[in-house]
């Protein structure tokens, strides 16, 4: 009898809402409050079991068939159904009974699941094709070790289960690389549970796949997994996914936005940041338990490959005992891992675990398991404040760069992080909901301080540096401000670590304005002297400015791609030098810098045509994100919207722009010169003639921009998706002596400059400069705008200018 296999949904069957018994029940189980989670999964299980037991008793008598056996498999067979599951299922046989009444067999079984629009993975086999196909196929085989007898001749399957796990454990040198290389691809399409702000709680590393290759490597005898908190965590996984079910209806595994606060409630938690910090601690149990047990898989395919030559060679000596070199006080290697020396004693060594990890990272070594869970039980608590080698040997871990990384998380698994610094438990798997965000907080502190390992040479106090990259967001673990709750918490942690008063000051300062480099230099008119002094008020002194900077590159860096960039660097460098001049007793600068060659020739070009003139090209950084373009206009009301409407429609986004009145000598009248960086929304980018041509239209009239950009919204309206907040606008007091200055935080959109022009030309004021930030799919636009006399708003008219704007946006 040849094998069949088929995975659908089926075909149009009756109304599954016709109640037959299995239905009706199965509606009962999946709405009692009083059951959920492993309970309602394995009640479930047993439900369908004995309305599966039922069909295939009733086919088999009508058919007359013998020999045959319904199998479920896969996580059927593991009992592990939720709400939405597929069922997967084998139809067993002896290969006695004729084709025809084995086709008529499985109809009387399949076309029932179908009618209750339940999914069914289904096959057809004999023992002998199914131990074939498995051999065959990786996933086949993975699926027949979590079978069992659902109905029929047991026997039949007691045989084929012996058989497919002898092959296995046989198969084992060859299988399990295998499966390794499955797990590595389905990482890198699916990414990693932890850091993921729509998780797929099946297919991403550290999911319900990953939990189900450990049982297929415990299977082998090869190797085993850590057993410590995979239980819990398949249980957390699963009942996230069994709300999932419920609250979409629908086989879902993805954790979308929209759906995270409902599934939260169903689960009896706070909110959905609060489902995604279990989620997180969940996958990390598991993610570092595949780590470990893939080592040891290596480890030991490794050491069996080598057992033949090292016969051959030692003859009857027998194998030599595994090499151990030391590589700290108490700390060696051996196979490939650091762990602790055969003399070590935690309970007497406290600064033991912080030896271990610095020596182990900077060896490139993974963390011995064994090694970290005897220090988690056995070593002695440090005294407070921490002696000056536990100091030394955390800034030596830090300090090592790439390979911190897997080392702090072993010591993070059991819980020897949160041990050392309690502060850490607060941050620890905390989600980041701004999409710009790579890494959940705990992990983007230990990123950034891998960022600044490398800067270590350009700063006076290096250790100062990696200890306010490990803590510059430490307060997102609290209400408010987390720069200022960090603050606060940044000097207690430096005092325990037995940091001077003067080191403890500089760590809180650091902490508290680790984004003041960046917001002023990307947000503020740096021309405005009150912007300068500002800065270097915060900052204090030369050496605190030097860390603050290699501080804001290295957090920028680790925070993900659009957070940082070689033109957000050349701002940053361009404020840090003219606060440096200040803090060495120079007044700020009160005039503008000359203007560069090209805006020069741009700014008479147009001061003697009367036009706007401008230029288009390919900026120089290697990280640039999009060209550069520059428009030189003669003063006049509207250039702003005018020109960014003009962007608009011929679909340039913008990512930056830089907007400044500029006079030159001998020259009459004032020319508006507007740098932009822009990047076509798709397509290749316009000819600067026609972009040109199009800005002289909008400026005269003769260009309805926003009636063309009403029409394309009109014609294109945006899809639907997570609704964003909506955008506001502030007052930034106290920056400016200039100007009054107007915040706005919007969700990116193509026109939002123009939008925001055109609202502050209808109020009556004048845009002075304006700074253009895009971080994802958020902006912020700081404009510095002023009366039509060129002073600062009063603060009444200020504040009413923000509401009119705000509401405008909105």
């Not at 089926?10 to 959920?36: I, K, N, V």
């Not at 026997?155 to 046989?170: F, K, P, Q, S």
Request: neutral net charge; charged residues 25%.
């Amino acid at each position: 009898m040849t094998s069949t296999e088929n995975t659908t949904k089926g075909p149009d069957g009756p109304d599954p809402s016709g109640p037959s018994g299995y239905a009706a029940a199965r509606l009962r189980l999946l709405h009692e409050e009083s059951r959920s989670g492993p309970s309602r999964r394995a009640a479930l299980a047993r439900l369908t079991d004995d309305w599966l037991t039922g069909l295939f008793t009733a086919a088999a008598r009508e058919t007359g068939v013998r020999g045959a056996a319904l199998v479920a498999v896969g996580g059927y067979g593991r009992a592990e159904l939720s709400p939405r599951s597929d069922l997967d299922l084998l139809l067993l046989h002896d290969g006695t009974a004729p084709a025809a009444a084995l086709a008529a067999l499985a109809d009387r079984i399949w076309y029932p699941v179908w009618d209750q629009g339940l999914a069914l993975d289904h096959s057809v086999r004999t023992p002998a094709e199914a131990r074939r196909t498995a051999g065959e196929d990786l996933k086949v085989h993975l699926g027949l070790l979590d079978s069992r007898p659902v109905a029929g001749d047991l026997g039949l399957l007691t045989g084929l289960r012996t058989a497919v796990l002898a092959d296995w454990r046989n198969q084992a040198p060859r299988r399990l690389p295998q499966l390794h290389s499955l797990c590595r691809e389905r990482a890198e399409r699916s990414g990693d549970l932890r850091f993921l702000l729509e998780p797929d709680l099946k297919e991403a590393r550290g999911g319900l796949r990953d939990l189900t290759a450990l049982r297929a490597v415990a299977a082998s005898w090869l190797a085993d997994a850590p057993r410590e908190g995979l239980a819990e965590a398949r249980r957390r996984l699963l009942d996230t996914r069994d709300a999932l079910h419920l609250v979409t209806g629908r086989a879902a595994d993805r954790l979308s936005l929209q759906e995270q606060d409902q599934v939260a409630a169903r689960l009896g938690l706070l909110d959905a940041d609060a489902l995604l910090r279990e989620v997180y601690e969940a996958a990390g149990v598991v993610a570092y338990a595949a780590d470990v047990t893939w080592r040891e898989v290596g480890r030991v395919l490794r050491a069996r490959a080598a057992r033949p030559r090292l016969r051959g060679l030692l003859g009857s000596r027998g194998a030599a005992a595994p090499e151990r070199a030391p590589l700290a006080d108490g700390v060696v290697e051996q196979d490939g891992e650091a762990g602790l020396a055969l003399a070590a004693r935690p309970d007497r060594d406290p600064v033991l675990p912080l030896r271990l990890g610095a020596a182990a990272a900077q060896a490139g070594l993974p963390v011995s398991r064994h090694a970290v869970r005897r220090l988690a039980a056995q070593a002695a608590p440090l005294p407070v404040p921490w002696p000056a080698e536990a100091r030394e040997q955390l800034l030596t871990l830090l300090g090592a760069g790439e390979p911190t990384v897997p080392v702090w998380e072993a010591l993070e698994a059991e819980g020897i992080v949160s041990r050392l610094l309690p502060d850490w438990e607060r941050v620890r798997c905390r989600p980041q909901r701004n999409p710009v965000h790579t890494w959940t907080v705990d992990r983007h502190l230990v990123e950034t301080a891998v960022r600044a390992s490398s800067m270590t040479r350009r700063v006076g106090r290096p250790d100062l540096l990696l200890m306010a990259a490990l803590l510059h967001d430490i307060g997102k673990g609290w209400p408010g401000d987390h720069s200022v709750a960090g603050e606060t918490i940044a000097r207690d942690v430096a005092v325990r670590l037995g940091f001077g008063p003067a080191d403890a000051a500089v760590l809180a300062t650091l902490v508290r304005h680790h984004l003041l480099l960046v917001e002023t230099a990307t947000r503020r008119d740096l021309d405005d002297p009150a912007t300068v002094r500002a800065v270097a008020g915060a900052v204090g002194s030369r050496g605190t400015l030097e860390l603050l900077h290699a501080l804001t590159e290295a957090d920028a860096l680790a925070t993900g791609p659009a957070a940082w960039s070689a033109w957000r660097g050349s701002l940053v460098a361009d404020l840090v030098r003219r606060v440096a001049a200040v803090l060495d007793g120079a007044a700020p600068a009160a005039d503008p810098p000359a203007p560069g060659a090209d805006e020069e020739r741009l700014a008479v070009e147009a001061l003697r045509t009367g036009e706007a003139v401008l230029t288009l090209h390919a900026r120089q950084e290697e990280d640039a994100v999009g060209v550069e373009l520059v428009v030189a206009v003669p003063d006049q009301d509207g250039v702003l919207p005018a020109v960014a409407g003009v962007l608009a429609l011929h679909r340039l986004t913008v990512r930056a722009a830089d907007l400044r009145l500029m006079e030159l000598p001998g020259l009459p009248g004032e020319v508006l010169v507007l740098n932009w960086r822009v990047a076509a929304e798709y397509g290749s980018l316009p000819e600067a003639a026609r972009l040109r041509a199009d800005v002289v239209r909008a400026l005269d009239g003769s260009l309805d921009v926003p009636g063309r950009l009403a029409a394309r919204e009109a014609a294109y309206p945006r899809r639907r998706g997570v609704v964003p907040p909506p955008p506001r606008v502030a007052v930034v007091p106290d920056v400016s002596s200039l100007a009054t200055v107007l915040e706005v935080r919007a969700p990116d959109a193509l026109g939002l400059l123009h939008r925001i022009g055109r609202a502050l030309g209808e109020a009556g004021a004048r845009v002075r400069s304006a700074r253009v930030s895009t971080l994802g799919a958020n902006a912020v636009d700081t404009v510095y705008v002023v009366d039509p006399d060129g002073k600062p708003l009063a603060p009444a008219a200020a504040a009413a200018l923000a509401t009119k704007l705000e509401s405008a946006l909105t």
